[in-house]
């Protein structure tokens, strides 16, 4: 096929201004319009993949050079001139061509401006579902203004990431809640995405407290502390530490009092007091350390007499004091025994007390020769005649006050009973000495001195 004879140089730079170029075919040059075709198929493919912003300018660069190229071959043929019916012809090819492109491309951009407008509004979700509506269309033809969408989508796939990393963090995985903040700085770091990212970190911190105010506490401390990274990180999170931080400390305490985890209930109440000395629940916290307090010496004290078989070891050799032992009070109060118990074994249930209730701990010795009561002759399986002398039984004891654990009592108590049977029985040989069989009354006769009775 040969070209027009008398072709039109506006029609034919009209009609390459469709990229396709369609001005070629009507100066009759097919081979370079499947040629323009395929340049222009091969741009705006690059285009596609690569996304880049150069690629759209080299695009319009081939649109410049195909309307100015078709316009100079025309210009040369000998019968140039104006045709109607050709111009006729471009325009109704590369009006709707041209037409299609700029709507596709002011679509795009509009597309872009809901999706910057969602991310100014901290609205990740906004963000997605207006991108979502990004075609191959807008791919093709505003590859660049489509891509920068993408970039917002991808930054609130991460943000959606560190979303649920801190609600890992909420669970007490304080690892997770690391790597959250590492992941919401490096969103940050990117232009744009400052309200996101502190809608995401507001969404997170809104959720506490937790139900778990210990847990609440490695929370707040782990905010506390955390002073690397943006400040727009850094402020958030102390001020979300110094809101719970208070509360938490006194619902750890009062829960660790109930787990009777004493001592670190103790320290829970000492820390809201030393960090947060105004705050209104200062009192409960110092009723807790007193009650934490008193638990402690209790769980010491106990542990003190079960260990106490004898005057050195457990209490005997270690006193301790329980503050809210009763007063001492003569007739009335209470005793542990411990040490060697035979004897006071005997003694009245009256004058016994457990730890709590008691005023004093009585440590008892073993029972050793006492003072000489009487001295009696007997007769031995041989015949022979024998004198032997009958002893009181001696302990040595110590008291305790157990409010205070100083020693208030250190004597040896006599214990007086029955001697010169009429009948005595022994192994062996006949003894010199015997100790007194004693009566219950001998035992509290002995004691009562030692606890007032």
Request: charged share 25%.
């Amino acid at each position: 096929m040969t070209g027009p004879r008398e072709p039109d140089p506006l029609a034919v730079a009209v009609g390459n201004a469709s990229l396709l170029g369609a001005g070629y075919l009507l100066l009759g040059r097919r081979a370079l319009f499947w040629a323009a075709a395929a340049v222009t198929a091969s741009l705006l493919w690059l285009t596609y993949t690569t996304s880049r912003t150069w690629c759209e300018l080299v695009v319009a660069l081939w649109w410049a050079a195909l309307v100015a190229h078709g316009w100079w071959l025309a210009r040369r043929h000998p019968a140039a001139g104006p045709r109607r019916g050709q111009r006729v012809l471009a325009l109704a090819l590369t009006v709707p061509v041209l037409a299609a492109a700029g709507w596709v491309r002011f679509d795009a951009y509009g597309i872009e401006d809901r999706v910057t407008r969602a991310r100014a509004d901290g609205s990740c979700r906004a963000a997605v579902d207006a991108q979502e509506e990004v075609a191959f269309r807008h791919r093709l033809l505003a590859a660049p203004v489509a891509a920068r969408g993408d970039t917002v989508v991808g930054a609130c796939e991460r943000l959606d990431t560190a979303a649920g990393r801190l609600s890992g963090g909420l669970a007490g995985d304080l690892d997770l809640l690391g790597s959250a903040f590492d992941t919401l700085g490096a969103v940050l770091g990117e232009p744009g995405n400052e309200r996101t990212v502190e809608a995401t970190l507001e969404r997170y911190l809104g959720r506490l407290p937790t139900d778990d105010g210990c847990l609440n506490v490695r929370i707040a401390d782990w905010l506390r502390d955390r002073r690397t990274g943006p400040k727009d990180l850094t402020g958030p999170a102390s001020a979300a530490s110094a809101r719970i931080a208070p509360g938490a400390l006194a619902e750890c305490g009062d829960a660790l009092m109930g787990d009777e985890e004493w001592a670190d209930a103790r320290e829970s109440y000492r820390r809201l007091l030393d960090e947060h000395p105004g705050d209104s629940r200062a009192d409960d916290a110092r009723e807790g350390i007193r009650k934490a307090g008193l638990a402690i010496e209790l769980v010491r004290v106990r542990s003190l007499v079960e260990a106490a078989d004898g005057m050195g070891s457990g209490y005997c050799r270690e006193p301790a004091k329980y503050s809210a032992a009763p007063a001492y009070r003569r007739g009335e109060s209470g005793a542990v025994f411990v040490g060697d118990t035979e004897y006071t074994d005997k003694l009245p249930e009256a004058w016994r007390a457990d730890a709590p209730d008691a005023a004093l701990v009585v440590c008892a010795d073993e029972a050793d020769a006492g003072k000489v009561v009487e001295t009696c002759r007997y007769r031995d399986h041989k015949g022979r005649i024998g004198s032997v002398r009958f002893n009181k039984l001696a302990v040595r004891v110590k008291a305790y006050a157990l409010r205070t654990g100083k020693l208030v009592t250190d004597r040896t108590v006599q214990i007086g009973g029955e001697s010169c049977p009429g009948t005595l029985g022994y192994f062996g040989s006949l003894p010199s000495r015997m100790a007194v069989t004693p009566s219950n009354a001998d035992v509290r006769d002995a004691f009562g001195p030692v606890v007032g009775r």
